[in-house]
């Protein structure tokens, strides 16, 4: 085993806890971007978003720099 292995993809709620939203906010935000995407696994109707889209979500959430 790998203990080093991790995963390439974030589920919709470890991502709102990493962003410090409410899941409804999370998924207002992706709406709106097109970030994320439903994962045909899961089959629950949970986003998940690669590290990629968590940066620019993260980027969305902050706003510009002052």
């Known amino acids: 085993m790998n203990a080093t292995t991790r995963k390439e993809i ?3 709620s ?16 992706c709406e709106f971007s097109g ?4 994962e045909d696994e899961l089959a629950t109707g ?3 978003f ?3 889209e968590l940066y620019k ?3 969305l959430v ?4 002052a």
Do not use: H, K
């Open 46 to 48: 949970n986003l998940v």
């Open 35 to 38: 970030l994320g995407r439903e």
């Open 14 to 29: 470890r991502a709102a806890t990493m962003l410090g939203l409410p899941i409804e906010s999370l998924r207002q935000i």
């Open 50 to 52: 690669t590290y990629e």
């Open 62 to 65: 902050a706003g510009p720099a």
């Open 57 to 59: 979500l993260c980027r």
């Open 10 to 12: 974030i589920d919709e």
